[in-house]
């Protein structure tokens, strides 16, 4: 079983619509949670960490995190073309982190 | 403060070569994580390192593959004789403490000739 599983996609979603990314991990003692951007050909970056359960927003994105539920998403609202990409979460697990293969998105004008 | 760099960002070896790819991290930091990631594939970790320790080395290949974060210097990881199936990218990422957010080189590209 891996670690954290992600739909590798695509997902398509027109210009102004709400994506919705999601990742389930394996290991109930995770404990931080990472959501990473990669462009084609570019080096991941980070927009999001949580740590908590529950909603945490930052502008646009929105990540959630289930801790019962093993399970973290990421919304981007209003989403726009410049938000097609490859999104990856990551699990930090004894500060080993783990990525998903990431969700590739795009969003469509 | 510069980010994590790494060098060179293109690395093109013959197969039976030796490939050395180097990583410096953020200032500060102290925790240094490699990551392999083939063509249309995710990251996959390699191997995590804090200063002159190898801390998880679960990712490398048990032939060929070695890693190290010296007390002064860059991080190396050294691919001895190298074939094709080497060719990808390598990220290095590095971060302050544990449980802290990971920042990321801009990766070296190896391709094998």
């Known amino acids: 079983q891996k670690e954290v599983e992600q739909n590798s996609g695509p997902l398509s979603v027109p210009e102004g619509a709400i994506a919705s990314l999601n990742c389930t991990y394996s290991d109930r003692g995770s404990q931080s949670f990472f959501w990473y951007r990669q462009y084609s050909g570019k080096s991941p970056e980070l927009i999001m960490f949580?740590?908590?359960?529950g909603d945490k927003e930052d502008g646009r994105f929105t990540a959630q995190l289930n801790k019962a539920s093993q399970y973290v998403s990421l919304l981007i609202r209003d989403s726009q073309p410049s938000d097609s990409a490859t999104y990856l979460c990551a699990v930090d697990n004894f500060n080993k982190f783990y990525f998903g293969s990431g969700t590739k998105l795009n969003v469509k004008p | 403060n510069a980010g994590v760099m790494q060098n060179p960002r293109h690395l093109v070896r013959r197969r039976g070569q030796e490939a050395r790819l180097r990583c410096s991290p953020m200032?500060?930091?102290?925790?240094v994580y490699w990551y392999r990631q083939l063509p249309e594939e995710g990251l996959k970790f390699m191997v995590y390192?804090?200063?002159?320790?190898?801390?998880?080395e679960s990712g490398m290949p048990k032939e060929r593959f070695s890693a190290e974060f010296p007390k002064e210097g860059p991080s190396i990881l050294r691919i001895q004789q190298v074939v094709r199936g080497d060719s990808a990218a390598y990220f290095c990422?590095?971060?302050?403490?544990?449980?802290?957010?990971?920042?990321f080189g801009q990766g070296t590209r190896l391709t094998v000739v």
């Open positions: 949580i740590y908590s359960n």
């Open positions: 200032k500060g930091h102290s925790h």
């Open positions: 990422a590095s971060s302050e403490t544990m449980n802290t957010e990971a920042f």
């Open positions: 390192l804090q200063k002159e320790n190898i801390i998880d």
